[in-house]
């Protein structure tokens, strides 16, 4: 599989964003989904991830105001970004595994990055 992360940008705090990830080939649906994020000078965290039968979860710096979720028709992923505030500023990765793990080191296929910046 192959991962391509888009929709990200520069929004105000208290704003919304959705990123999307497109996967090409055809095993996205057996895949475990996770969105990391990176911010300036800080190692690569965990943010979401979402298992092939559409079970969440989430780093406590995002729940409540992040939602992941999948649509294995269009073999897309997404984060739907609510009350954005200026510590989630970051870019912000998808990415693909076959372990229900929160470490970076357990996914094997990684998306470009999107940048998300969010002023106060």
């Known amino acids: 599989v192959q991962l391509q992360a888009s929709g990200g940008g520069l929004v105000q705090a208290g704003g919304s964003l959705r990123l999307s990830c497109a996967a090409s080939?055809?095993?996205?649906?057996?895949?475990?989904m996770a969105w990391f994020r990176q911010a300036p000078g800080k190692e690569r965290e965990f943010v979401a991830r979402?298992?092939?039968?559409?079970?969440?979860y989430y780093s406590d710096s995002v729940k409540g105001r992040f939602t992941i979720s999948r649509d294995s028709a269009k073999s897309t992923l997404y984060l739907q970004m609510n009350s954005l505030k200026p510590e989630d500023t970051a870019v912000y990765y998808c990415?693909?595994?076959?372990?229900?793990?929160?470490?970076?080191?357990?996914?094997?296929?990684w998306g470009q990055g999107t940048q998300v910046t969010v002023s106060s």
């Open positions: 990415a693909a595994g076959t372990f229900l793990s929160s470490f970076r080191g357990e996914y094997d296929v």
């Open positions: 979402i298992t092939p039968s559409s079970n969440t």
């Open positions: 080939g055809r095993t996205f649906s057996s895949y475990i």
